[in-house]
């Protein structure tokens, strides 16, 4: 168990960095190209793979890949509400950097609702006992895929649907992606023993790839679209309750005898601290998007701003010219007939 607590900590720190490296790539995009958005405010697809092009977002993805590898191995271990649990202190990495790289001011309110969904979900992990089995029906693993489906094309519309307002509520579908990819970890078949044939053959496997795969895009979305720390608590309620109640309810992982109160205590006190964080981060979301520009100093967006504005024309106009102008036909931008009547009516009236 030391070592699956140990892989779930390196999860951890790896996908605290990740958040930050990404947040700081999307916002990168999103200056640079001046394109990070449709009509409704939400990014748009160019934005998006303008962000995974830029270096801090590769740098992320980097960190959140090995949060990823290291988290599976954990899921695999560990009963899935513990597991999940320690991963989601990623949320104190993301809080901390957060504030010193992405210029996101933290009050004492924030950090008082993120210690809140911390100690609540410690208290989950308290109350754990032990993993269960590896089995799982196959109607299981067929109801994954199928869930899975039906949340990746939920979570698309959403974003669709409200637009700048998706940060959280993409993080919370984020995170139910995410949750499932642990899930599918649990219970894949064609891992021990290893066997390509029973891996690539178990609905669990491609439930596992939708999820990562429009997990990971959904994140992005959410950064993009500011509020760091709302989203990211979203992220971590849904990837951790969720996993863990199926693991309690189907899985066979188990409490200690006796806390099952401390682990209903927890849980319910992890959601209403996720929903603090969001509420505060509403705010904080304004500060996120104004400081989506924070690469770009000043002074160059001023001369940026100068570059594009079209000079104005100055032409010095005499006297003479100036009545000789009030004096001229208007200019032909009809056709060679039109302009014929036109200079009828303008002499007539002289």
Known sequence: MLIGVVFALVAAVGYGLGAVMQTIGARQSVSEAGRGTIEDGAPSLE?????????????GMTFTILGFAAGATAARMLPLFLSQTLVSANLLVTAVLGASLLGVRLR?????????????????????????????????????????????????LMVRLLGAKASVPAGAAAGLQFGIVAVCVRVMDGITPFSITALLSDPATWALAIAGAFGFYIRTVSLQLGAVNGSTAAMVVGETAFPGIIGLALLNDSMQPGLHW?????????????????????????????????????????????????????????????????????????????????????????
């Open 108 to 156: 004492a309110r924030d950090w008082s609702a993120m210690a809140l969904v911390v100690i609540a979900l410690g208290m989950l992990g308290a109350a754990s006992r032990s993993a269960g089995g590896h089995a799982a029906s196959t109607t299981f693993h067929w109801g994954m895929l199928w869930a899975t489906i039906a949340l990746t094309l939920a979570s698309l």
């Open 47 to 59: 934005s998006t793979k303008a962000a995974a092009q830029t270096s801090a977002f590769a740098v």
């Open 262 to 350: 401390l682990g209903l205590f927890g849980f319910a006190l992890a959601i209403g601290g996720a929903v603090l964080v969001a509420a505060f981060g509403a705010g904080e979301a304004q500060r996120s998007a104004e400081a989506n520009e924070v690469h770009i100093p000043p002074l160059d967006r001023a001369h940026l701003g100068e570059a594009l504005r079209p000079a104005p024309v100055e032409r010095e106009v005499s006297e003479r010219d100036s009545n000789s102008y009030r004096h001229r036909p208007p200019e032909n931008t009809t056709g060679p007939d039109e302009s014929v009547d036109t200079a009828t009516r303008h002499h007539s009236t002289q």
